[in-house]
Protein backbone atom coordinates (compact mmCIF):
# COMPACT_ATOMS: atom_id res chain seq x y z
CA UNK A 1 0.00 0.00 0.00
CA UNK A 2 1.34 3.61 -0.92
CA UNK A 3 2.36 5.76 1.75
CA UNK A 4 2.20 2.63 4.53
CA UNK A 5 4.39 4.23 6.70
CA UNK A 6 2.71 7.71 7.04
CA UNK A 7 -1.04 5.96 7.54
CA UNK A 8 0.95 3.72 9.88
CA UNK A 9 1.50 6.41 11.88
CA UNK A 10 -1.62 8.26 11.56
CA UNK A 11 -3.42 4.80 12.80
CA UNK A 12 -0.91 4.86 15.65
CA UNK A 13 -1.49 8.79 16.84
CA UNK A 14 -5.43 7.96 16.97
CA UNK A 15 -4.87 4.68 19.12
CA UNK A 16 -3.05 6.87 21.44
CA UNK A 17 -5.96 9.43 21.47
CA UNK A 18 -8.11 6.53 22.03
CA UNK A 19 -6.08 5.28 24.42
CA UNK A 20 -6.26 8.92 26.45
CA UNK A 21 -9.88 9.95 25.82
CA UNK A 22 -11.84 6.70 25.58
CA UNK A 23 -15.65 6.64 23.27
CA UNK A 24 -18.21 8.95 23.81
CA UNK A 25 -16.89 12.09 23.02
CA UNK A 26 -18.48 14.24 19.78
CA UNK A 27 -16.19 14.07 16.58
CA UNK A 28 -15.09 17.10 17.22
CA UNK A 29 -12.94 16.47 20.70
CA UNK A 30 -11.11 13.80 18.61
CA UNK A 31 -10.33 15.78 15.43
CA UNK A 32 -9.00 18.49 17.86
CA UNK A 33 -7.08 15.47 19.81
CA UNK A 34 -5.63 13.84 16.87
CA UNK A 35 -4.31 17.24 15.16
CA UNK A 36 -2.72 17.66 18.80
CA UNK A 37 -1.32 14.16 18.50
CA UNK A 38 0.02 14.32 14.58
CA UNK A 39 1.82 17.72 15.78
CA UNK A 40 3.29 16.26 18.89
CA UNK A 41 4.90 13.44 16.33
CA UNK A 42 5.63 16.38 13.87
CA UNK A 43 3.57 15.09 11.59
CA UNK A 44 2.30 17.70 8.45
CA UNK A 45 -1.36 17.99 8.43
CA UNK A 46 -4.41 20.34 7.57
CA UNK A 47 -7.68 20.17 9.68
CA UNK A 48 -11.39 20.87 7.97
CA UNK A 49 -9.53 21.61 4.15
CA UNK A 50 -12.14 22.68 2.14
CA UNK A 51 -11.83 20.63 -1.18
CA UNK A 52 -13.72 21.34 -4.72
CA UNK A 53 -15.92 18.78 -5.97
CA UNK A 54 -16.36 18.53 -9.89
CA UNK A 55 -18.32 16.41 -11.74
CA UNK A 56 -17.59 16.37 -15.98
CA UNK A 57 -15.42 19.50 -15.27
CA UNK A 58 -18.14 21.34 -13.72
CA UNK A 59 -17.49 22.85 -10.03
CA UNK A 60 -20.66 21.20 -8.37
CA UNK A 61 -19.10 22.05 -4.52
CA UNK A 62 -17.36 21.59 -1.59
CA UNK A 63 -16.86 19.60 1.03
CA UNK A 64 -14.51 19.71 4.09
CA UNK A 65 -12.09 16.89 4.54
CA UNK A 66 -11.69 15.83 8.58
CA UNK A 67 -7.91 16.19 8.46
CA UNK A 68 -5.31 16.17 5.05
CA UNK A 69 -1.93 14.08 5.87
CA UNK A 70 0.94 15.71 3.54
CA UNK A 71 -1.58 16.32 1.41
CA UNK A 72 -1.59 12.97 0.51
CA UNK A 73 -4.11 10.96 3.15
CA UNK A 74 -7.52 11.44 3.33
CA UNK A 75 -8.29 10.83 6.74
CA UNK A 76 -11.92 11.25 7.47
CA UNK A 77 -13.16 11.18 11.51
CA UNK A 78 -15.95 9.26 12.81
CA UNK A 79 -17.53 8.85 16.43
CA UNK A 80 -20.60 6.29 16.39
CA UNK A 81 -21.05 3.10 18.05
CA UNK A 82 -19.98 1.08 14.50
CA UNK A 83 -18.66 2.05 10.91
CA UNK A 84 -21.14 0.59 7.99
CA UNK A 85 -20.96 0.68 4.01
CA UNK A 86 -22.67 4.30 4.26
CA UNK A 87 -18.89 5.72 6.39
CA UNK A 88 -16.64 3.40 3.88
CA UNK A 89 -18.85 4.72 0.53
CA UNK A 90 -18.39 8.78 1.46
CA UNK A 91 -15.28 7.62 2.66
CA UNK A 92 -13.82 6.53 -0.79
CA UNK A 93 -16.40 8.79 -1.84
CA UNK A 94 -13.92 11.70 -0.59
CA UNK A 95 -10.89 10.20 -2.31
CA UNK A 96 -12.40 9.80 -5.80
CA UNK A 97 -13.51 13.72 -5.38
CA UNK A 98 -10.49 15.36 -4.03
CA UNK A 99 -8.29 12.54 -6.68
CA UNK A 100 -6.26 11.34 -3.92
CA UNK A 101 -4.90 7.46 -4.26
CA UNK A 102 -5.14 6.97 -0.23
CA UNK A 103 -6.93 7.46 2.95
CA UNK A 104 -8.58 6.24 6.21
CA UNK A 105 -11.79 6.02 7.70
CA UNK A 106 -11.11 5.92 11.79
CA UNK A 107 -14.25 5.57 14.01
CA UNK A 108 -13.50 6.64 17.98
CA UNK A 109 -17.02 5.66 19.55
CA UNK A 110 -16.45 1.99 19.69
CA UNK A 111 -14.80 0.91 22.42
CA UNK A 112 -11.96 -0.17 20.63
CA UNK A 113 -10.35 2.20 17.85
CA UNK A 114 -11.91 0.62 14.24
CA UNK A 115 -9.91 2.05 10.96
CA UNK A 116 -9.62 1.72 7.90
CA UNK A 117 -7.31 1.83 4.96
CA UNK A 118 -9.01 3.22 1.65
CA UNK A 119 -7.55 2.64 -1.69
CA UNK A 120 -8.55 4.72 -4.53
CA UNK A 121 -7.77 2.84 -7.63
CA UNK A 122 -8.94 5.66 -10.02
CA UNK A 123 -6.66 8.39 -8.93
CA UNK A 124 -4.47 10.22 -11.10
CA UNK A 125 -1.22 9.73 -10.71
CA UNK A 126 0.47 13.22 -12.50
Do not use: W
Amino acid sequence: MKYKELTHEVIGSAMEVHRHLGNGFQEVIYQRALAHELSLRGILFRREVRMPVHYKDAHVGTRRVDILVEEKICVELKATIQLNDVHLAQGLNYLEAFNLETGLLINFGARSLEYKRLLNKKANRD
